[in-house]
Each structure stands twice: as structure tokens, then as C-alpha cells.
């Protein structure tokens, strides 16, 4: 077979020890993120509730740590194809594409609205959904990019980020397409909103993890010792192997 350019595995980073060990035991909670899509005339500021992947390989991760922390997580693929994981589709604000998608959903909106037949009416919401789950996709290529509510760049090309995305399916009553910014505009209702779906998860079992990524070897026993504790989860025989697969991110930044 051709050598790919993608990996057979996707990343997850985060910045804090205690939230990879949380992974480790609980799986990945599902939870609101900021999105802002912009386009030619148009710009849409939105909650959506995910997790999220970036499809890199091993040595082109280190602008991933830089951004998103020293500590990670990839599993497999097939895992992410499993589950039913996504890559974004990354568009140029400058294309029709956004401005004609938000358009088409500001019109159904409107004319559901107007729709007197219920049986008629549920027709039209499911296809209005179809449009939203498509909503939950999309992604700048590039774009301003901030953090904290301070700007960072003003033209960040995210399409380097390659990022999957996991979105639970519009089926739960507790779970929204996408919220508007101001509902989880403050860190109390983020807070807030998220903990009324903490029970969705994106679940994984050991052996669907190929590499664990922690910030320096001072990590590596507190990981070891974090993984014996969790014994429904992790066997030893797990844990031996998982044991090959750590890396420090001071390894990844001077060796890879």
C-alpha cells in the first residue's frame, strides 16, 4: 500500500495532567466550544458541542502542543471511523458556500414558522436539522483566532490544525446543534451548559490507544501509577504496553 500523507491515528491535547487522567478513567466528555464562521458578508458566533482531533502524524505535532497543552492522547482510526468521528470542512470565507448555508437556514426557519400541518411540519424540521448537523462541521481555512477573548492572530490558517471532529447525533433532547455565543459567553454558562450533557461521552476501550504523550518524564510514573488505579479499565498487560508508547513532549520537540 501507498504511504499515506494522514496517520493512522488521531491526537487529543489538552494543557492539564488531571483533565488527560480524567480521559483515561472516564472517557472524553462531550462539551460547548466557541466557533466563529465567517463569511463574505456574514460572521455567526456559536456554541458546539464536541470533542475534538487533529489527524497529524507524531512528528508534525509540536505547534499542536504549543497551543493546546503537553499532554495527549491518539487512538487509532479505526476507532475515530467507528464512532463516527469527522473531519472539518474547512472553507474560504471568501466562497459563496457559507453565506448561501446560513441563508438557506435563516429562510427554513422562517417558513416553519409559517407551516400549519404538523406532519408537514416535522418533514421540513428533519430536513432543517440535516442543514444544522451539516453547521456543526464547517470551519474557517483561515480566519482571526482568539483565545480568552483576546486576539491572537488575525489571519490563523486553521486548516493546519486537520482537525476531526466528534459531534453527538441530534437524537437526545438535552443536545442542541449549536447554541448562540452568548449562552456560553461566560465561563459560569459554559459551566453551566455543559454540565447538562456531561453525561454524553465519546467512549474508547485501552486497546483502541496507540501513544500517550505527557510533559516530561517526572509524568511518566505519576501516568504509570494513574493507570494501576484504574484497574476496570486497565489490566496489566495493557499497561505494559501502553508503557512503550509514552512520549514527552521534550522528546517529541528535540528528538522527533
Not at 29 to 42: D, H, L, M, P, Q
Amino acid at each position: 500500500m501507498k504511504e499515506s500523507l494522514h496517520p493512522t491515528i488521531l491526537f487529543h491535547f489538552t494543557k492539564r495532567k488531571k483533565t488527560l487522567y480524567s480521559i483515561l478513567s472516564e472517557t472524553f466528555k462531550v462539551s460547548y466550544a466557541r466557533e466563529a464562521i465567517y463569511g463574505t458578508e456574514t460572521k455567526r458566533e456559536l456554541g458546539v458541542p464536541m470533542v475534538s482531533f487533529c489527524d497529524v502524524k507524531l512528528h508534525d505535532i509540536k505547534s499542536h502542543i504549543k497551543n493546546y497543552g503537553s499532554y495527549g492522547i491518539g487512538l487509532t482510526k479505526e476507532w475515530a471511523n467507528r464512532n463516527g468521528l469527522n473531519p472539518v470542512l474547512y472553507i474560504n470565507k471568501q466562497c459563496e458556500l457559507i453565506g448561501n448555508l446560513m441563508l438557506a437556514l435563516n429562510n427554513l426557519y422562517v417558513r416553519l414558522d409559517q407551516i400549519s400541518d404538523i406532519e408537514r411540519a416535522d418533514d421540513m424540521i428533519g430536513h432543517y436539522n440535516n442543514l444544522l448537523n451539516l453547521y456543526r462541521y464547517i470551519k474557517n481555512y483561515e480566519g482571526p483566532l482568539k483565545r480568552r477573548g483576546k486576539l491572537v492572530s488575525n489571519n490563523y490558517r486553521f486548516a493546519d490544525e486537520k482537525e476531526w471532529r466528534y459531534v453527538p447525533p441530534l437524537k437526545s433532547p438535552d443536545i442542541f446543534a449549536f447554541l448562540p455565543i452568548t449562552e456560553i459567553d461566560t465561563r459560569s454558562k459554559k459551566s453551566t451548559r455543559n454540565k447538562a450533557i456531561e453525561n454524553h461521552r465519546l467512549r474508547f476501550e485501552p486497546d483502541d490507544i496507540r501513544y500517550l504523550i505527557v510533559k516530561d518524564d517526572n509524568d511518566i510514573i505519576d501516568l504509570l501509577h494513574h493507570l494501576r488505579t484504574v484497574k476496570s479499565r486497565f489490566d496489566d498487560s495493557t499497561i505494559q504496553r501502553l508503557s512503550t508508547r509514552i512520549f514527552t513532549t521534550y522528546q517529541i520537540n528535540h528528538d522527533i
